[in-house]
């Protein structure tokens, strides 16, 4: 079954660049894209698919083992599982399981290569499934189907009852599907003999966003936000979040950011308890290359994170780029791209949610 | 010198709708636009200018004459201007007037169509201006060079002194330019005898912002909001702005949204003053369509108004639909898209200004 | 029955005044005062009893017929009602009312003094009814007993369900209460004659807030506020409240205040769609005198009201004067100061009411 | 010249409880004090004066040597620095220090006890040096009187030209005071054995705030909150930060909240980022006693700053109680209380701090 490359990635079209060029005649035009046009259609029915499952909740273990086997049994398809699973001694116990253990593929993170292996993504948990997801992918990413388990999450639309009838409908094609963008993190470390720039190993693709803090220390020092290579302003505070839209109803909400709808190109910046009142958030076009260093005359050092994960120290003289990475997450809807994040809206944050008041007379 | 159409009028692209067309083999692809890529280029020379002057402020009159003669005699360009300009009378004083004064070409707004006659617009004075010439335009713009007197305005990038140079600049072409998304904004009023909606003949399309609010009366209606046809949520509070990015640093940043840069292609909605703590401002695609009603239940009526002007009762059964239009303004930069945005948000609202303080020991 | 003066009307102590007295010693001492320490306690048992009921509001009917009849025939006590309320054809229609209508002593607002003729009130219906009750007595005002019908409200905590067990224990006396502190708001019209300031008969009581906005006009004036007689600032938005700790979960709420606790001795200044970034509310001790009027150079005038009522011009020339009042509202509470007013929040605000969220691992 | 106590260390009235203890009478009466009552007096000159400085701060020796002259020479009085002044060699490198070296009293922090030895503070640097001021004394404060050098701080309202005059001013009485409440945290420990709480060593006076975070830790625990014994609120977010009317301008305003001036009776509670958009800050009494603990069921610990200093965990069953307490900051003015803080709103935070703009015409 191996297969040259996987049906839906994306391919993508290189017309990003940090510097400026002149596009012909692109000056008036303006193309305004309905976001109801993005929606998925199959060429040729996948045949492999990639299943995971939220880790250390008993609850999950069930919805499972339902879908795997009637992905091996009714789908004929090929499903892959992390390595790890098949270990598990709980899952053993579930009713079934052993019957489809042997048809399942194990993989492991880090290990085993999974680009253009996978068709279809189906997630079964929460919104940290999807995070997951992301970051097996750090290029193109085939489509995801999202099951929460419990109640709506940002990133899982699907509710589990009737499974079979909501994958066979997407199965069958035509489904509304949100291209959701990530940002492509590097960070350029210092080289300590000669001072200058160096490529580090770090690059990231995150969904939600990196964050820039103060770590364990007391203080944040002063942090320089360059754009497009232009200085721009300098954070006193907690630290500093760049997000996706996606990310805009995660940390940066809490920060107090506008939330953004996850088809809009665009990169939010919003600072963490800033010193100065009037650093309110902003949001820049998707195009745009993000620079972030240490001041050089502060006297710490700050802390940058990608989706929660990987916590590191960026020391003086180190920086880290930010663009947004032509790779995207595509998310297959429950329902379209407008309702599912409203609904997602009003249950994971209760946006403008209240009792009517009847005026006083 | 009749021409048959505008040089750089944009040539729209139509691929704007509000409900869902598939765009074959769309879904996985990403464009990502570098807002540096959109540049002026002249393909003739262009011929024919307006030229916009603030009213009512003595300060823009002596700048006036100089640019219109220098226009006029160096450029060998047809300047129009404003038919009350030629009876001013304060004008009139201004040496050196006279002379230039027949050789202006006076225009009357409502009255004189300047569709494919202008090929360049030049406004001197505040935000204002260019307020009024994206009024003026109901359809393609041509490209606006705007000229501050005092400090830096929002719309208004270009200092007056050295004028020459700038404009010689510009008009040899390669200028940066932002294309500022506007929003077409359809009054569909109730007709009393049917019952059902008739076209209205309000149609405008607004550079800033849209506002529903309480006008006169101490308490609003509820509003009903929709998007794409869904009611997404009801408003209670003072009102709602519905406002390009371009308006995210007018009415809507005082109501607490997050600043937009003009590039992104977006609809920001924000409510103004919510009774519900939870309302936080969101951006949505540019390629939704918004209706806003007042609710069947709701006691009192709205009011709209567009840019600040043409204020209007907004009464049980009629509806405002808004879209992004395919007619932006195009907004010529003095240094470059990123950096004059940021200059102005510097200048005008202080944006993260503060004094570095001392940490303590 | 006439009485000398109402058994529980505060008696103020006149310890307040905008200038600088030096307190002899004071400056050292301080005195935290724990707010369960204000509690209700009846010299004499209360013999008269105004009940302010709901206006147009039909299920009001019923639980005011119940409870006048049973304030008449168990408690003994001369109940207070407006003259209007005996003409209401529907509650004539309620059994058992014709009965009591007769022992009812009726006043007309406007007209009849209640000053020192009531004990005790009792309000049946919204937020209204107590803002109502609160303007009947400008200077000392009676307990309040506020019973809500449907949901709580943020000035009526009691239910109406076993409304005479509930008013029982507060007629035995010793029910907790908490002292809404009023604002004193004079305006000061400019005599046209003299150009100088003459004593209006506008001298206010508001419990939740006095309102400065522009009115039916498209633009503010700037306003100028002043405090002890400093200039502190000027205003340019749409407009600016000046409220009690009670009014801070109201109209300042929405323009994003924080909330105070109706103990806390202070004035809220909150400005509404501030144009500067950084014009974050501020909060002032109670013993402030504020001074609001339109600039001088301004080109339009102001609006003034008072709890949403009594809406004026305020002309150049014109100031507003607001003070606290030494005569709190005292509001009785149905648990206490503290559980009732996060009750409310919860309730009315949805204060931090969340789903729980599991982390993502 | 040991004294038997300090002049004007206040001389607290106990009226103070975190149970509710009915105050006969009480219920009706309302004390509105007027800040600008709130003056120094001396019933005796002043003799003992505690001079602080900034540390590590070049700038600052200059000014501290002519102080420290002009105070032993001219006003004869005695003069306490910390111990570790007196071995400083950039200070024995200023001309004329060696001459009052000798007069100096020097003491040591956490070894020398300045309680009621003390009549009158100077703190000379910047707000750091008032804080570490009120660490030293942790029952009643000598008033302060605290030069900024450089910019005007929160905290250090004077400026240092003319020191000579200002201070002979003060010296002779009858200057405005800002009596500046602080918080009494206790920290108790859950005894590992026993699992009863028992009091731990643990016990600080804040100025600013006490923050409770998430610390090096990427996840908040849920935080519980309560108010005189009752549960209000669990905190999902980075952390909360209970602070003085004096910190609300400090950490809690760049998390959101409004600004309280300092002679508010107040304690602000402001969430870091709440998970929950509808978490808006809340100022409760000064009466009032919080409680925090790490709820029973959250899986990480808490970590504790007492006006950033002192960190540690709050692990479960470990309990931190805040009250107000009665010892306040006397804190002299250099105008009074109102300018003070307004200037130093206007300096520190550009508080509503604009360019004026013509509004369009």
Chains 1, 2, 3, 4 share one sequence.
Not at 14 to 31: E, H, L
Not at 33 to 57: E, F, G, H, M, N
Not at 235 to 242: A, F, H, P, T, W
Not at 258 to 272: C, D, E, G, R
């Amino acid at each position: 079954w191996p297969r040259t490359r996987s049906l839906n990635a994306p391919s993508p079209i290189q017309q990003f660049g940090p510097c400026g060029r002149i596009m012909k005649n692109s000056a008036m035009v303006m193309t305004i894209q309905d976001p109801a046009s993005q929606r998925l259609t199959w060429y040729k029915p996948p045949l492999t698919v990639l299943v995971i499952k939220k880790i250390r909740d008993d609850s999950v273990l069930s919805p499972f083992v339902q879908l795997v086997k009637w992905l091996i049994t009714e789908k004929r398809m090929v499903v892959f599982v992390e390595h790890s699973v098949l270990d598990d001694p709980l899952l053993s116990n579930q009713p079934g399981f052993n019957m489809t253990r042997d048809k399942l593929m194990p993989f492991r993170e880090g290990k085993d290569d999974l680009t253009d292996k996978i068709d279809f993504i189906v997630c079964l948990g929460g919104d940290g499934t999807l995070l997951y997801a992301s970051s097996l992918f750090q290029q193109s990413v085939p489509p995801v189907m999202a099951f929460h388990l419990g109640s709506l999450g940002f990133l899982t639309p699907f509710e589990f009852v009737n499974f079979e009838e909501q994958m066979i409908n997407v199965l069958e094609g035509n489904a509304a599907l949100t291209l959701r963008s990530r940002l492509r993190c590097i960070i350029l470390r210092k080289d300590e003999a000669t001072g200058k720039p160096t490529k580090a190993p770090t690059s990231l693709l995150v969904l939600n966003e990196v964050v820039i803090d103060r770590g364990p220390s007391p203080y944040l020092s002063n942090i320089d936000l360059y754009l497009d290579g232009k200085h721009i302003t300098s954070v006193q505070g907690d630290g500093l979040i760049v997000s996706t839209p996606t990310g805009s109803t995660a940390y940066a909400v809490a920060a107090g950011a506008s939330m953004i709808h996850p088809s809009v190109p665009a990169i939010m910046v919003t600072p963490i308890c800033p010193h100065s009142l009037s650093f309110r958030p902003i949001v820049v076009p998707a195009g745009v290359e993000l620079k972030i260093s240490v001041s050089p005359e502060s006297r710490n050092t700050a802390w940058v994170s990608f989706d929660g994960r990987s916590r590191q120290e960026l020391k003086h003289g180190d920086s880290l780029r930010v663009t947004t990475s032509i790779y995207p997450v595509p998310s297959i809807c429950a329902q379209d791209q407008i309702t599912d994040w409203f609904d997602s809206l009003a249950e994971c944050l209760h946006w403008n949610v209240r009792k009517k008041q009847r005026h006083l007379d």
